[in-house]
């Protein structure tokens, strides 16, 4: 793999290079100097991402190690993989949105099963948990979204650019869940207090939804 990776880093550079000579000499015809360092710019941005992309996992993976997001920055809104250094390679930071999008469904996913079950056992002790899981998945939300903002405004291809479209719109809808979570538990704590009874029909309905909603 090593000797794979040296190859192609090796005939990228050649290439790309080649084609960066032909490219800055027809600059130097036809253009002015501000325009071959936008130009120039333009192309390093380019060549490095190229370079990027067979990396990326590893390179997550090293700058973690290297960067490790402390304690204290784990703790605000439950956010894990997010860090502002990422953005300067866009593609680094799109795979730990990604993850972190995965993380805020998995979060409004246990919220949701903890407000059924609590709702179905009338357990109103899981409430508090539910309410704290439903509000980490709104910050989250925010903390994705401010940061997919940040993405967006980078150097990005039309394919990712379509990918944080689909992120923003999926986050929407993980809140969502977030915020069903919360009115279940609401009920639940209502229906406990007011000594509500459900008829074993009822029961079983609830049950089946619970269950369908949770596959």
Known sequence: MPHSSSKFIIYTVKEFSAFVNA?????????????????????????????MLPFISSLVFVVTKIIPVT????????????????LVTPPVALSQVRKEVFHMGETAYLSLEKSVKGFLSSDSSVSGEVFRLEKATDKMKKAITDYLVKLSNMQISIKDREVIDNLFSIISD??????????????????????????????????????LHLK
């Open 174 to 211: 993980i809140e969502r869940v977030g915020d069903h979570a919360e009115n279940i538990a609401e009920l639940t704590d209502y229906s406990i207090e007011n000594k509500l009874v459900f008829s074993d029909a009822a029961v079983k309905e609830l049950e089946e939804m619970g269950q």
């Open 71 to 86: 304690e204290d920055e784990k703790e605000i809104a439950g956010i894990k993989y997010l860090d502002e250094r990422f």
């Open 23 to 51: 490219f800055m000499r027809v600059m130097n015809v036809t253009s002015v100097e501000a325009t071959q360092l936008a130009a120039a710019h333009f192309l390093f941005n380019v060549l490095n991402t190229l370079l």
